[in-house]
């Protein structure tokens, strides 16, 4: 079993529309990060989240970290092509390795 | 984007024969890392280096061996590939361990062990 546990593992949705994907554990994480994955390329680090209830943002990408710390979202407001890929969540259990859920391949049709 | 070299790209080996992957960084980052990455697991730490010839085992480490030697090369050995070992490998680097780590990705190995 997975320690980060991320949903939907695929979606497809349409240029425009918004999207909400989900990283959860029942382990608690002094920080999480995301990143994004294109084909045939390292994953590459988005935002890092240090404090429970924190909310972030980037661009049209708003990244918020659970109040307990044992979860994160990532919402795509008016998703564009651009954004397909896979988005990876990490985090630090407290013992200096991270670990990285399977990721959301997410695939924006224009 | 970050200086970080792997080499080969891509890699079809047969069972039962030795591989060496190099990963090769101009940042100067102390901590450089390898990971693997396969369907419905996302990336998985083998080994880790935080300094040079100062290597630790990560989650995957079986079958795997790492060496150091210099600060901008660290090196991935399969002693005996086998065909569980087919796998997409990245080497990540980074100047911080814990809350403030930011890894950087290297573009990635693709090994077929037949």
């Known amino acids: 079993t997975q320690l980060l546990e991320q949903s939907p593992q695929f979606l497809s949705i349409q240029e425009g529309e918004n999207l909400t994907v989900y990283c959860n554990s029942s382990?608690?994480?002094?920080?999480l990060q995301w990143y994004r994955q294109e084909p045939g390329e390292g994953p590459v680090l988005l935002v890092t989240?240090?404090?429970?209830?924190e909310v972030k943002k980037l661009k049209r990408l708003t990244f918020q970290f659970g109040d307990a710390r044992k979860d994160s979202s990532l919402h795509i407001t008016a998703a564009q092509p651009g954004d397909t890929g896979l988005y990876l969540c990490?985090?630090?259990?407290?013992?200096?390795?991270?670990?990285f859920g399977a990721g959301t391949r997410l695939t924006v049709k224009p | 984007d970050a200086g970080i070299t792997q080499s080969p790209r891509h890699k079809v080996t047969e069972t039962g024969t030795p591989v060496t992957l190099r990963c090769h960084q101009t940042?100067?980052?102390?901590?450089m890392y390898w990971y693997r990455q396969d369907p419905g697991h996302g990336l998985r730490l083998i080994h880790y280096?935080?300094?040079?010839?100062?290597?630790d085992k990560g989650e995957v480490s079986d079958g795997y061996s790492v060496s150091r030697s210099k600060t901008e090369d660290f090196l991935l050995t399969l002693e005996s590939a086998t065909s569980s070992q087919t796998s997409v490998y990245f080497c990540?680097?980074?100047?911080?361990?814990?809350?403030?780590?930011?890894?950087?990705f290297g573009s990635g190995t693709q090994l077929s062990v037949l």
């Open positions: 990540a680097i980074s100047g911080t361990r814990g809350d403030n780590e930011k890894l950087f």
């Open positions: 382990s608690v994480f002094s920080s």
């Open positions: 989240v240090v404090t429970g209830g």
């Open positions: 990490a985090g630090d259990a407290n013992n200096n390795d991270m670990r």
């Open positions: 940042e100067n980052h102390r901590y």
């Open positions: 280096s935080y300094g040079v010839k100062d290597t």
